[in-house]
């Protein structure tokens, strides 16, 4: 006779890609290389999705440009998602779309109880609208307090600063908001210079797909299940993140900007 | 995926002779990747390490190189088998700057399925399967500890279950350490980590191995976490700081038998209140007394020895209800056992008296040696005899031969004969079966 038909309750994990489709992400292929780049990942989503008897993992997209607005409304099981392409124009009303993520992270419709969600905040430019005002409004929910803020500078036009903005301070004094990481001048925490708690410079289409693939793997990973701990790494804000992918291997990564 | 070791590619590597031939990668993680290679024409795995992994834990190489001479404690763990570095040759065809290291293993053979596949409710396993899954999982860390070692860091992450045969496979051994050494900077996985590692009041060892055992039996035998009872329905949020409340700072079990204030929810944790009754009391005891008095005491965690005795017992009174036909486990001494599953009477079984134990007649059900002979270690993997339905009468159960000697019957009707190996016993007329191992009773 098979086990009893029961399983631990698991809890949503809320997963939200928020993804600049102003115009110029129209050049260089980058929003073609965005919509590969999240659809290659999928597989490995729905993977580690699997592998975490205790998460549900739903993904939600938003997209802006001259407005912001939902790619991917439903709250949509990982193993379920098709990826619709998304299409670049217009300028970038990157406030506007944390306001919409802001409205999803309040409750209703959040559920009572979750798993941290991640926010993947995806960028090439600069806010043209107000952006304070949409970053003010998400960090009063709770939920985008607690969230994993991630966010992926597309090409050297990025505003890291409001992408820093967007992810917080590093827990532990890291570089002060907005700080380029390694122009200081003092030792980095992380070998390269990179943190997972700093905006992630993808310079080309192979760095875009690695870092998305971390995102939606390793990070959901930590963020839905308890990952095995090393000392030192006790006081890492209320989820610890893996290390972020090797780019030893690429040596074009971190060289700063090439083709965009 | 970028692996560090071409595909494709013959690499020469110091602590080996001869080139490995590096076939395809296999996968990779925050640690490390691995790769399908094969050496002297026989296939092997090959984990190599990223090289922060590297800068994290400084002992690893020298703990991996103990671990490969002190051998694998038993056939449940992929044990690292040689370590190796790369060769002059080799260094520049690796894409990564520090060259870094490695260690060989073998395969994980097919059939093998992570054990989270059933803990998510994925997979297709008997009760019977799962108990034996345990069994070996207590039988593996007992053989670990006997060595002096100790793991540091089990989860459901690096456990993998045959499911037709409940058989086990421990992965990741690099954390393997001399026990109380401490060479070592994995803490353990929370959830799994006992108490006072999770409060850094203590670092890893056999005693809080016997706590991760705990857990992972509880979380094989109920598909839910001991702890997480109503406490857990407070937390709005599961983060660190919640699961250090949970799992460190005020833990409590779910089913402690002074404190019911952590009970589980009848609709957020119905795994657990469905799956604790069907197992007997000495499984349900050594739960309680490991996550009782042993979250606080690390000495009052159940051993392992004392999981193999509790989980081989329950297999000897297993049980199928006449019923519903589900696989229930009531102890001889119970007057009047009801089936977990459909609540229905369970009559009073047949059993096989051994010289040292009393298993019920159920399909399914083995005699091993140890029922023979109590000097011999408690062991599931080569029963001498196992009871059998008739291929086409269910209801007919018989006790096949699967030792390599002839026995002896004797029947109600006073007649004698032999049942050779390989062979099927009817138990309805047997009396007394007489084996080189000893002596088997049928007690209606």
Redesign the interface.
Known sequence: ?????????N?PLHFIYICDCSGSMAAQGKIQALNQAIRQSLPGMAEVA????EARVLVRAVSFADRACWHLEKPTAVQQLQWLDLQAGGITAMGEALELVAGVLQSPPME?????PVLVLISDGQPTDDFDAGLASLMRQ??AQ?AVRLAIAMGHDADTEVLQQFIGTEPGGGLPSGEIPGASGQTPLH?SGRSPRRPLQASNATSLA?YIQWAST?VVGAAS??????????H?????L??LP?T???PIDDVGPLVW | M?W?LPEGACLDLEGIPGPVHVLHGLGG??QGQVFEVEVASERLALKWY????I???PHLERRLGESIRATTPSDAFLWPLALVKPGPGTVPLL????PGFGYLMELRPPGFV?A????????????LQ?LRASFFLAEAFHALHLKGLCYK?I???NLFLEPSSGRILICDNDNVDVDGRDLG?????????APEILM?LARPGANSDLFSLAVLIF?LLT???PLRGRRE?A???????A?RRLYGEDPLFIFDPVDPSNRPDPI????AL??WP?YPEPIKQLFEQTFGAGLQAPQRRALTGQWMTALAAALDQRQ?CAHC???TFPAPSDPGPLCW?CGCPLPHPARLKLPHGLVTAAAGNALYPHHFDRLLPLQLKAPLAQVEAHPSQATLLGLRNLSGQTWRAELSNGNRMAVEPGQTCNLSPLVRLTTPAGAVELQS
């Open positions: 006779m098979p086990f009893p038909n029961v399983r631990l309750t809890r699997r592998q975490n008897p009572e109880r979750a798993l941290p709770p939920w607690k070998r690695q390793a299940m308890p990952i095995s701990r090393m000392t030192g790494s006790e890492q804000a209320n989820i610890p893996p290390d090797p030893l291997m690429d | 970028t560090i993680g925050t990223l090289p922060a992994c800068a994290r834990d894409r990564s700057r520090d992570g989270h596949e059933h803990v998510g409710g994925h997979l297709a396993i008997s009760l799962v860091d989860s459901l992450g900077a994995v803490l353990g996985t929370p959830g799994f980590m850094g979380r598909r839910h976490d329905l937390i709005r949020c599961l983060d660190e700081p699961r957020e944790h119905a795994a469905i799956t069907i199928l036909g589900q696989e599953s």
